[in-house]
């Protein structure tokens, strides 16, 4: 089916582990983002890709990693999960509208426990 | 840079009573404003936009948000809610480019 996926739905990781949140998406959107939802904050931009190859560091980006080699991939790395890590994790894409009009779809999330 | 703020962190309110859900933005230039509504375990989902044109806007489920440039204000509303409508709903704005920039979310619950 078309839309964005991300995976792993749940993930509890211990402090100092490495771990990676998948996204996929199948529409062919240029523009992909990871935010993290926590309580009280909203969402807020870790990392965001305006194409393959292309990132740019959003308001939270410390401690995280991203690549893009492919259009429809926008995997996130921790690469030392610490506590404050601990979130639910969206990963979003929108088309290349003019001017920047489009919206955001989203994946159902994947909840982050670093223990 | 811009900002969201969404003045009410929960808001409960009776079936069939209307809602008001407030959000007042910052930004130095044009704007595209947004609600997104979270139901649980879920993604955000898009309820309404608006890019241009006239200042009020509907979606499909019966919420309006008027635009307010004055006030720079994007306030949600619904004349009658259903107890379906309880989640969690985003504003957002996005500014000169393409990041979007959330609220910190108002939890509606509608109460029986």
């Known amino acids: 089916d078309a839309g964005i996926t991300q995976s792993p739905r749940y993930k509890i990781t211990e402090t100092g582990r490495q771990v990676t949140l998948m996204c996929h998406q199948t529409w062919s959107h240029s523009y992909m983002f990871w935010y993290r939802q926590d309580l009280g904050h909203g969402l807020r931009l870790i990392y965001y890709?305006?194409?393959?190859?292309?990132?740019d560091k959003g308001e939270v980006p410390d401690g995280y990693v991203v690549s893009r080699s492919k259009t429809e991939n926008f995997p996130l790395t921790l690469e030392s999960a610490t506590r404050s890590q601990t979130s639910v994790y969206f990963c979003?894409?929108?088309?290349?509208?003019?001017?920047?009009?489009?919206?955001?779809?989203f994946g159902n999330g994947t909840r982050l426990t670093v223990t | 840079a811009q900002s969201v703020t969404q003045l009410d962190s929960q808001v409960p309110v009776f079936e069939e009573a209307p809602v008001e859900l407030r959000c007042n933005y910052s930004s130095s230039v044009s704007v595209y404003l947004f609600w997104y509504v979270q139901y649980p375990n879920q993604g955000l989902q898009l309820l309404l936009k608006?890019?241009?044109?006239?200042?009020l806007v509907e979606s499909i489920n019966g919420f309006e948000a008027e635009f307010n440039k004055s006030q720079t204000s994007f306030h949600l509303r619904k004349p009658s809610v259903h107890i379906s409508d309880t989640a969690e709903y985003f504003c957002a704005v996005r500014a000169g480019g393409f990041k979007t920039i959330f609220g910190a979310g108002t939890r509606l619950f509608v109460k029986a």
């Open positions: 890709s305006a194409a393959a190859d292309i990132t």
């Open positions: 979003a894409s929108s088309e290349a509208g003019r001017g920047h009009n489009s919206p955001l779809h």
């Open positions: 608006y890019l241009s044109g006239s200042t």
